[in-house]
């Protein structure tokens, strides 16, 4: 930009606002003339971003990533490399909490 004082900034920055509305109907009569198509708002997928359950999901994983970089720094743990977090707390939380673990 090469701003060296506010007065070429304030002149630089009126510039620009004065070509952008040019240059933005440029692109867009170029877009339509090529054939293009702007994309907008994927309506349809809106659900699945926010149910609950994917909410959820995702602070789940959150919460066993945490869960091992804590449990990572404890003289003596077990190695568990990253493919296998979600079997080994699957394998915990059943031992504990339903006495269906190994």
């Known amino acids: 930009m090469y701003c060296i004082t506010p007065l070429s900034f304030r002149l630089h920055f009126s510039r620009i606002k004065s070509r952008l509305s040019g240059w933005i109907t440029f ?3 170029l ?3 090529l054939g293009g198509e702007i994309k907008g708002e994927d309506v349809k997928n809106i ?3 926010e149910d609950p359950l994917q909410a959820k ?3 789940y994983k959150l919460i ?3 869960y091992f970089l804590l449990y990572s720094r404890i003289p003596g743990g077990l190695v568990i490399k990253e493919r296998f977090y979600y079997q080994y707390i ?3 939380l059943s031992h504990n909490h339903m006495g269906l673990g190994p």
């Open 47 to 49: 659900a699945y971003y």
């Open 64 to 66: 066993v990533v945490e």
């Open 57 to 59: 999901w995702k602070r």
């Open 31 to 33: 877009l339509i003339t």
């Open 27 to 29: 692109l867009i009569q």
């Open 90 to 92: 699957h394998a915990v």
